[in-house]
């Protein structure tokens, strides 16, 4: 009898709780047979109550279920658009676009001999219609390409380089850590073009993109 | 048995103690309530949706690009029509919404400050706002000319 009254505060207190319903009680064993006489006797009176006890916890789990959906959309809406991919992609395709045409290499890069010019570097921007400029006096460019030539006979060591932007950029490309999608977006793409003289040369170009403060949260 | 306990479950969970077919006035107010909590659920989402800041996040970004990829002598349209109806609501002239400067474009939804975000290629750039009638169809003309 004292076993049977510790079971029967075992099932009152789930039923408090919530997690055993009024209607479950209803099974073929005796003991639970014991048990619903007992509750018979004893909730009768309280039926009302329990109604709303089981309310509460319904409204409980809908207020969890609504702060999961306003957590998971907010988290969804505030990290921004990250474009800088697409940015250095295009950036890529400019620079080719400006120092390659029709597979050979820009009359105002090369001379006729086959020599490149030096003063190309110079105008760089220019020729290639690339602005860099920020607005901030303590700012520092947001964009970095750099332009290697490389001969067919040697693939290590660049024939010609063109550098422009922010160098800091290049040594957070090569960071080797799960957070450097974080710093910068790093593009290289290579391709093949001849010169005036027909010499070939493999032209490879690493576009960055900073940018992170916009682009990553 | 078995259905006489789930027919229990479904009139405890649902109907109420006796299950007799009978409305009661707790019920009532409890399916309203669901119902509203669903209602502000469903409007909470849909708003998320079309914030100003991301829309305005969206378009410089968007217009930052297409400006990097253009040559000069392109024209692109730009669709900006949920732009226009924010603006307008927030008291912006539609034709204020995009400012171009030298190489950055800044796209302003509210009276704050706006979003701005930089294109690095050389160009001059004028946009402005598409008009039907005298009235603005919510497109956003660029021009592209060299420098």
């Known amino acids: 009898m004292k076993i049977l009254n510790r079971n029967f505060d075992f099932e009152n207190s789930l039923f408090k709780f919530g997690l055993r319903s009024k209607a479950h009680p209803n099974s073929d064993t005796e003991f639970s047979n014991k048990i619903n006489q007992n509750q018979n006797s004893k909730f009768s009176k309280n039926k009302k109550g329990s109604n709303k006890l089981i309310s509460i916890y ?23 658009y990250d474009v800088r ?14 120092l390659v045409k029709g ?18 570097k110079d ?20 964009y970095y390409v750099e332009v290697g030539f490389y001969t067919e006979g040697d693939l290590e060591r660049e024939k010609f380089k063109l550098i422009e932007g922010n160098l800091n950029w290049k040594k957070d490309c090569n960071f080797k850590d799960k957070n450097q ?14 010169d005036s003289t027909q010499g070939v040369y493999l032209i490879k170009i690493l576009s960055i993109v900073g940018k992170s403060d916009q682009n990553v949260k | 048995m078995d259905k006489k306990g789930k027919s229990n479950v479904f009139c405890y969970n649902f109907l109420g103690k006796n299950c007799k077919g009978q409305i009661l006035i707790e019920n009532v107010v409890f399916i309203i309530l669901n119902v ?15 914030g100003t800041v991301l829309l305005e996040s969206s378009y410089a970004k968007e217009s930052a690009l297409l400006i990097d990829g ?78």
């Open chain 2, 70 to 147: 253009a040559k000069p002598g392109m024209i692109f349209i730009l669709n900006m029509e949920k732009g226009r109806n924010i603006a307008e609501k927030n008291g912006i002239e539609f034709s204020d919404v995009i400012e171009v400067g030298s190489n950055y474009v800044n796209v302003k939804l509210t009276d704050k400050g706006g979003y701005k975000y930089t294109f690095f290629n050389d160009v001059n750039v004028s946009a402005y706002p598409d008009k039907e009638e005298n009235e603005y169809n919510g497109m956003y003309v660029f021009t592209i000319s060299k420098k």
């Open chain 1, 103 to 120: 597979g050979e290499i820009n009359k105002l890069l090369t001379s006729p001999t086959g020599a490149f010019r030096e003063s190309f």
């Open chain 1, 181 to 194: 999608e974080k710093l910068v977006k790093c593009v290289e793409n290579d391709f093949y073009a001849v």
């Open chain 2, 36 to 50: 509203m909590f669903l209602a502000i659920l469903v409007m909470f989402l849909m708003k998320q949706g079309q």
């Open chain 1, 123 to 142: 105008n760089f921007m220019k020729f290639c219609s690339l602005n860099f400029d920020v607005e901030g006096e303590f700012e520092r460019p947001e």
């Open chain 1, 58 to 80: 319904w409204f409980a789990i809908l207020v969890i279920i609504a702060g999961g959906v306003v957590m998971m959309v907010n988290v969804f809406y505030s990290s921004p």
């Open chain 1, 85 to 98: 991919e697409a940015e250095a992609e295009i950036l890529s395709a400019k620079v080719a676009d400006c």
